[in-house]
T-cell receptor, first 113, second 112 residues
Framework: GNSVTQMEGPVTLSEEAFLTINCTYTATGYPSLFWYVQYPGEGLQLLLKATKADDKGSNKGFEATYRKETTSFHLEKGSVQVSDSAVYFCALSDGGNTGKLIFGQGTTLQVKP | EPEVTQTPSHQVTQMGQEVILRCVPISNHLYFYWYRQILGQKVEFLVSFYNNEISEKSEIFDDQFSVERPDGSNFTLKIRSTKLEDSAMYFC??????????FGPGTRLLVL
């Protein structure tokens, strides 16, 4: 079945460092891909998405490119801030009638001043 | 900006009791979902709901679970007889087209 695998965390970076969180997927067809972020004590917020191969999703300085050849959707940011500290979830839309989401296990990012 | 809201934020119940978790989806959305996240584990799909009926459900969503849209705004998840392993964060989500889903803040359920 469809699945999403994320890099293990936690990831600890200093402020202004470059961030990469790896995400790979297994899917039949061409799912849409998403990154969600969960700040401490809050729910899941949509960060960015891409709906087809080679699309780049971007938001708040974060980017991810839908790579069909490597089945990847890695999240990047050029310069992280303390306020980016959160749990990041990669997900794919399973298609079908309702597009249920299949999530990766989440990666905790901690940014130190 | 419209948001999905959920009540209560926390719920503590005794094993075997019934609980109802409530959600108010974004008003023009047509697809509704419940997910759960057991502490330290992945977010898991439970059920999707469209056009006043369940469109898909996972293996987790057994006969102890039910969903309802009792009026034009609320979407509820009922657990008939809670078990210890039902302790989790429950997220409601909604979507206009079934593609991009917007999540509520969650209800943390603790079964004792």
């Amino acid at each position: 079945g469809n699945s999403v695998t994320q890099m293990e965390g936690p990831v600890t970076l200093s402020e202004e460092a470059f961030l990469t969180i790896n995400c790979t997927y297994t899917a039949t067809g061409y799912p849409s891909l998403f990154w969600y972020v969960q700040y401490p004590g809050e729910g899941l917020q949509l960060l960015l998405k891409a709906t087809k191969a080679d699309d780049k999703g971007s938001n708040k300085g974060f980017e991810a490119t839908y790579r069909k050849e490597t089945t990847s959707f890695h999240l990047e940011k050029g310069s992280v801030q303390v306020s980016d500290s959160a749990v990041y979830f990669c997900a794919l839309s399973d298609g079908g009638n309702t597009g249920k989401l299949i999530f990766g296990q989440g990666t905790t990012l901690q940014v130190k001043p | 900006e419209p948001e999905v809201t959920q009540t209560p934020s926390h719920q503590v119940t005794q094993m075997g009791q019934e609980v109802i978790l409530r959600c108010v989806p974004i008003s023009n959305h047509l697809y509704f979902y419940w997910y759960r996240q057991i502490l330290g584990q992945k977010v898991e799909f439970l059920v999707s709901f469209y056009n006043n009926e369940i469109s898909e459900k996972s293996e987790i969503f057994d006969d102890q679970f039910s969903v309802e849209r009792p009026d034009g705004s609320n979407f509820t998840l009922k657990i008939r007889s809670t078990k210890l392993e039902d302790s989790a964060m429950y997220f409601c989500a909604s979507s206009v087209t079934g593609e991009t889903q917007y999540f509520g803040p969650g209800t943390r359920l603790l079964v004792l």
